[in-house]
């Protein structure tokens, strides 16, 4: 199994990026059944929890001060989970990380770093 994030970069406070988690070593069956959430860690701080799409029916929760700017959604058939970051901040400057998880068993993908700044 592997997690590779991908899509961050450096974009001008306003602006928007969608993030990607390309998850490989999965069946369509079990990717489905994955529950799957994006972690951020800013320079200094711990790692705190993003968003969150759910296997079955697929909810999504947020942090709160995170409502209303990302959207996280999944793709079973890509077997991809993504992340749209629009109107970021500097304060979101970050290593974005994608997890994956059922039960006990849990994946972590190395991250992708996002830069807001002018």
């Known amino acids: 199994v592997q997690l590779v994030e991908s899509g961050g970069g450096l974009v001008q406070p306003g602006g928007s990026l969608r993030l990607s988690c390309a998850a490989s070593?999965?069946?369509?069956?079990?990717?489905?059944?994955?529950?799957w959430s994006w972690y951020r860690q800013a320079p200094g701080k711990e790692r705190e929890l993003v968003a969150v799409?759910?296997?079955?029916?697929?909810?999504?929760d947020y942090a709160d001060s995170l409502k209303g700017r990302f959207t996280i959604s999944r793709d079973n058939d890509k077997r991809t989970v993504y992340l749209q970051m629009n109107s970021l901040k500097p304060e979101d400057t970050a290593v974005y990380y994608c997890?994956?998880?059922?039960?006990?068993?849990?994946?972590w993908g190395k991250g992708t770093l996002v830069t807001v700044s002018s």
């Open positions: 799409i759910t296997s079955v029916g697929g909810s999504t």
């Open positions: 997890k994956g998880w059922l039960g006990f068993m849990n994946y």
């Open positions: 070593g999965f069946t369509f069956s079990s990717f489905s059944s994955y529950h």
